[in-house]
T-cell receptor
Framework: KAGVTQTPRYLIKTRGQQVTLSCSPI?????VSWYQQTPGQGLQFLFE???????NKGNFPGRFSGRQFSNSRSEMNVSTLELGDSALYLC????????????FGEGSRLTVL | AQSVTQPDIHITVSEGASLELRCNYS??????LFWYVQSPGQGLQLLLK??????LVQGIKGFEAEFKRSQSSFNLRKPSVHWSDAAEYFC??????????FGDGTTLTVKP
């Protein structure tokens, strides 16, 4: 079956703009998690959505938001971009039960100029 | 708060040699523990996971890990490293897989 698909793979924005990233999970998976990966901070949990509801949230400012649609596809949005938001944003899907393995997409690499 | 420490930022081993990557965790309850591997430009792939039961768990690609509660460790091992194992390895702990705390990663270089 198809894996986790993230779009776009690469994008360049300028400070103050906003960006929307998309994630299509594996068919049948109801949970989508988002992570930010940077050389300085490593992998940091942003949030998890399960059945269209945010189930877990990390320690990121309100500029970072997300949503999940009825088909389990998820989007995350970052408003008022800052230089420090440059990162690889990884999406992971799972069945959503507490032992579910995470399946990661290849990520969306965001560069903020 | 939960945390994960991977003491070794970078490890170099010769092809065919054995490998051990260290992971120490801090978590108040029984942890769920994971090891992931990331190749350049790729997402993360799960190598193995521990939830309960046998403390020695087998994973893909010939990897295994041992959970030691007394030492709060979950070290990853492989008896014979292949050049294709060169990658970055992440240990993670969580209450569940959807929300995991990752270590900073260990970069593995394999010498021919």
């Amino acid at each position: 079956k198809a894996g986790v698909t993230q779009t776009p793979r690469y994008l360049i924005k300028t400070r103050g703009q906003q960006v929307t990233l998309s994630c299509s999970p594996i068919s049948g998976h109801r949970s989508v998690s988002w992570y930010q990966q940077t050389p300085g901070q490593g992998l940091q949990f942003l949030f998890e959505y399960f059945s269209e509801t945010q189930r877990n949230k990390g320690n990121f400012p309100g500029r970072f938001s997300g949503r999940q649609f009825s088909n389990s596809r998820s989007e995350m949005n970052v408003s008022t971009l800052e230089l420090g938001d440059s990162a690889l944003y990884l999406c992971a899907s799972s069945t959503g039960d507490h032992t579910g393995e995470l399946f990661f997409g290849e990520g969306s690499r965001l560069t903020v100029l | 708060a939960q945390s994960v420490t991977q003491p070794d930022i970078h490890i170099t081993v010769s092809e065919g040699a054995s490998l051990e990557l260290r992971c120490n965790y801090s978590y108040g309850a029984t942890p769920y523990l994971f090891w992931y591997v990331q190749s350049p430009g790729q997402g993360l792939q799960l190598l193995l996971k521990y939830f309960s039961g046998d403390t020695l768990v087998q994973g893909i690609k010939g990897f295994e890990a041992e959970f030691k509660r007394s030492q709060s460790s979950f070290n990853l091992r492989k008896p014979s490293v292949h050049w294709s194992d060169a990658a970055e390895y992440f240990c993670a702990v969580g209450p569940n897989a959807g929300k995991s705390t990752f270590g900073d990663g260990t970069t593995l270089t394999v010498k021919p």
